[in-house]
């Protein structure tokens, strides 16, 4: 196992901790810990509704000790919805996108979560990657997605958000299988030397939505109830 993996004898702990903070968010103030949320001034509880455990994990180990916790928040909690991750890199190496979805099952998992970087053309190529996908009752959310690894000539421009788009109307064709998807990250601080994309910019006195941003309001405001077959 990767050295900072937690031996199976100590799941108990971390399902504990789990639970309890579970419990603080919707607890109701007559346990331990909603009790605790009222105290602290917000009485009522929070609208949790998916759990995610697991972050870009990819090993053996990982899936054996989330199907241990997801088991046990399936039977203490079963109307949360339960997201684990898929490989990170599974969306230009088919061998690990099959590893890691071949590891989950509708018994421990709602969602798996994908997240995917790529450039404009790759958005192009890959427009429609999730027609092809097997449908065995698991769900995709496309948790971070974005344009990355591009020049600064297309990086959050308007070519780069066409191709997004070309992209993000594979989730509206396949939405019996794509349910959720966010942008990552949404905001960053001009000036910040570190992710270059975003969807929105926001500085000392202001703020502004990059073409991305754009792109996804569109979608947002215009919910499509069916899609056209197009060439490109």
Do not use: Q
Not at 142 to 149: I, K, L
Not at 150 to 156: K, M, P, R, V
Not at 160 to 168: G, I, M, Q, T
């Amino acid at each position: 196992p990767p050295a900072s993996c937690a031996a199976m004898e100590s799941i108990g702990y971390f399902l504990t901790n789990i639970l309890d903070g579970i419990e603080f968010a919707r607890g109701g103030v007559d346990t331990k810990w909603g009790r605790l949320r009222a105290e602290m001034g917000h009485p009522a509880p929070f609208a949790l509704e998916y759990v995610a455990i697991g972050n870009e994990n990819r090993y053996d180990e990982f899936f054996d000790r989330y199907d241990a916790i997801a088991r046990a928040l399936r039977r203490c909690h079963p109307d949360i919805k339960l997201v684990t991750c898929v490989d990170p890199a599974g969306y230009f190496k088919k061998s690990l996108l099959d590893y890691s979805w071949g590891r989950i099952s509708r018994a421990t998992a709602d969602f798996g979560d994908e997240h995917i970087y790529g450039s404009p053309s790759w958005w192009l190529n890959n427009a429609h990657m999730y027609d092809s996908y097997p449908r065995k009752g698991v769900g995709v959310y496309v948790g971070e997605w974005a344009t990355r690894n591009a020049s600064d000539e297309y990086l959050n421009s308007h070519y780069s958000a066409v191709c997004e788009a070309a992209f993000r109307m594979g989730f509206e064709r396949n939405a019996d299988l794509v349910k959720m998807s966010a942008y990552a990250p949404l905001v960053r601080r001009v000036g910040f030397p570190g992710n270059r994309y975003s969807l929105i910019r926001l500085g000392g006195l202001f703020s502004y939505g990059t073409p991305a941003y754009w792109c996804e309001k569109m979608f947002a405001d215009n919910r499509p109830a069916r899609t056209m077959a197009v060439s490109y």
